[in-house]
């Protein structure tokens, strides 16, 4: 009885250490295949000081900046986020604002102007305007 306990220990044993082995190997492997692979194809480096914001071109911007400016609103600088496809728009002494460059660029100049109106009748002064969605978010 005592020898069948000894081999039963044995078994487990052996079956856990075949198993680490096993994973050892598998991982092993998936890093000598990727470092292969690597070689083949480029590596992403983040290491790099890649612009999240750049300067709009002037296709993208002359229509809002038209709408805007008809609304005489001043921005300062207008910047386009590459991978999003979002305006921003920083207003003299104001919010930033998010404009969509899907949406229809006179209807957010005019929601501008309206929204810059009442706040300036009810004396608020905001941080942020977001105007790409339908409901525009102010926030102060």
């Known amino acids: 009885m005592f020898m069948r306990r000894r081999k ?3 078994k487990k044993v052996f079956i856990i250490v075949l198993s680490i082995l096993l994973v ?3 991982l092993f492997g998936a890093t000598m295949i990727a470092n292969y692979l690597s070689h083949f194809f480029p590596k992403f480096n983040s290491s790099k000081n890649e612009k999240i914001l750049s300067p709009i071109d002037s296709t993208g911007s002359t229509s809002l900046s038209r709408a805007i400016a008809d609304k005489n609103i001043k921005i300062t600088n207008l910047e386009i986020a590459t991978d999003s496809g979002i305006l921003n728009g920083k207003i003299v002494n104001g919010p930033l604002v998010y404009f969509s460059q899907s949406e229809n ?3 957010q100049a005019s929601t501008l102007q309206l929204i810059l109106s009442r706040l300036t009748i009810d004396a608020k002064k905001p941080i942020l ?3 790409r969605f ?3 978010i102010v926030k102060f």
């Open 105 to 107: 660029v006179d209807i």
């Open 134 to 136: 339908k409901k525009p």
């Open 8 to 10: 039963k220990n044995r």
């Open 24 to 26: 050892v190997v598998v």
């Open 129 to 131: 305007i977001d105007l």
